[in-house]
């Protein structure tokens, strides 16, 4: 099974609109962090946001937030205002402690290609 | 250096040769990953290093692939004999340690096997 899922390989939003990026994740592990990375065209990797699994509320970052729902295993990344320099992949992540003993680097989901129209 | 570092940003080789990718961590950070990015495709974990070690080579595709760091510093990844499946994208990241910190990625080496 996978362990990270993003369910929209693309989508089209209008600008100045909020997005929600979808991301489920898959692990038995009572520790982990999720974390969310931007790519735009450029290719570089930005980091974006993190939560980590006792963290009691969900992070906030400018106009990111992740909406954490431990029970669903969901980690839904919310863009508000949405600009035009939005337009990237984003890839949800999940590192477990405990499972290959913190060593692993991070699970990457397949990504969501946001294309943000004028 | 500010940011992860990457070397060559693109190399192109033929089919059967040897490449080696580089990779330079921010300063201290002692965790640096190596990952692999197939057009349209996520990213696909190949080796991690804590320090000179590599506690997991877990996701290295097969022996051709090889990847050393000397002096808790810089990375090489050497592919030997390449084929044209190599090609992609090699991304380079390093962190503080290996709990839950974020990863700091470089621009990447886009690898072309022709």
């Known amino acids: 099974a996978q362990k990270i899922t993003q369910t929209q390989p693309g989508m089209f939003v209008q600008e100045k609109e909020a997005v929600t990026l979808d991301c489920t994740y898959d692990t038995s592990d009572p520790s982990y962090g999720l974390f969310w990375y931007k790519q735009p065209s450029s290719g570089e990797m930005i980091f974006l946001i993190y939560q980590g699994s006792y963290d009691q509320q969900n992070a906030t970052e400018g106009r990111y937030s992740l909406n954490f729902q431990k029970a669903r295993k969901s980690a839904n990344l919310v863009i508000s205002a949405s600009q035009l320099g939005d337009s990237a992949m984003y890839f949800c992540a999940m590192r477990e402690v405990y499972s290959g003993g913190g060593a692993d680097g991070l699970t990457f989901g397949k990504g969501t290609h946001l294309i943000i129209q004028p | 250096g500010a940011g992860v570092s990457q070397s060559p940003s693109n190399k192109v080789t033929e089919k059967g040769k040897d490449v080696e990718l580089r990779c330079d961590p921010i300063?201290?950070?002692?965790?640096l990953y190596w990952y692999r990015q197939s057009l349209g495709q996520g990213l696909e974990f190949l080796i991690y290093?804590?320090?000179?070690?590599?506690?997991?080579k877990s996701g290295l595709p097969s022996d051709r692939f090889s990847a050393e760091r000397t002096g808790g510093s810089v990375s090489t990844l050497t592919i030997q004999r390449t084929q044209q499946e190599d090609s992609a994208v090699y991304l380079c990241?390093?962190?503080?340690?290996?709990?839950?910190?974020?990863?700091?990625f470089g621009s990447g080496t886009q690898l072309s096997v022709l």
């Open positions: 990241a390093s962190s503080f340690g290996a709990t839950n910190e974020k990863l700091f």
């Open positions: 300063s201290g950070h002692t965790a």
């Open positions: 290093f804590q320090g000179n070690s590599a506690p997991d």
